[in-house]
Structure formats: structure tokens, C-alpha cells
């Protein structure tokens, strides 16, 4: 049943997550290597981010395993928090590095939060949804 809550929920986070490949993160008033950054300026921005996705894609579709799903959510924040810090790591990286160095970060930051909001919306969601069918499963 894709028209559930938690798909819902899900797909605005896969749909987060695509954007976060075409905006930029932070921009630099430099000329050197360090002028943008951006999931597709670092590999390991970029694998992490596609995992992100995948596991997502995959979630949305796996409404009849709850179970499965609640642990593909939990991953799936466990994986933006990391991304959310290696970027920060990378931006506190540049700033050492840089001597005359002023950035303006963009607002596609917030998009990496809000894919951890909307996973732990969607993992609510599941959980109430389980909590329903033991429900009615007692009563039978």
C-alpha cells in the first residue's frame, strides 16, 4: 500500500536526497580547489548520498516487511547523520586550510536534516502501524 503515510514521508526524503546532488552546499568567495562544495565534488559525499537513496527507494517498496523497514529507516538515519558530520568535518577542513577564506553556505544545508526528520517521521509512522495490526491482532 503505497499511499500510506510513511511512503509519503519516505519518498519526500528520496526526493531530498536527489536534490542534495544538484545543490550546492557551500559556496566560496576563492579561486582554489576548495570554491564549492557539493555531493558531487567528493566521493565519498557521493557514495554515501547514493546509499542514502537506494536504501529509501528500496524502503518505499517494502511496505509489506514493517520489520524490514523500521531497520532500512534506522539505517537510513544512521547514514545521514554521517553524511551530515563528514560534511562537516570537509567544511572545518577547508577552513584551516584557507587562510583568506569566506563562504557562504547555501540553503540546501538543511536538506540533509530534513531527510533525518522525514526518515524519523516515517519510522513513527511504521511503528504506530505495527502497534495497529497487534492490536487488532489480539482481538481476534
Known sequence: ML??????YLTA?????????????RNGKETSSFSSLEANSNLYLSLLLSLIGSI???NIFLF??????????????LLAVGYTSFFFILFKQE?????NFSSETQ???????????????????????EELIRSTNRLR
Request: glycine share 4%; proline share 2%; aromatic share 10%.
Open 64 to 77: 509489506r516487511n514493517r520489520k524490514i523497514q523500521l531497520k532500512f529507516c534506522f539505517t537510513s538515519i
Open 13 to 25: 526524503g528520496l526526493i531530498c536526497t536527489g536534490l542534495l546532488f544538484y545543490f550546492t552546499l
Open 107 to 129: 540553503w540546501a544545508i538543511i536538506l540533509p536534516l530534513l531527510i533525518i526528520l522525514l526518515t524519523y517521521l516515517a519510522m513513527r509512522s511504521i511503528r504506530k502501524d
Open 56 to 58: 529509501q527507494l528500496i
Open 3 to 8: 499511499q500510506r503515510v510513511q511512503s509519503i
Open 95 to 99: 577552513n584551516k586550510v584557507l587562510t
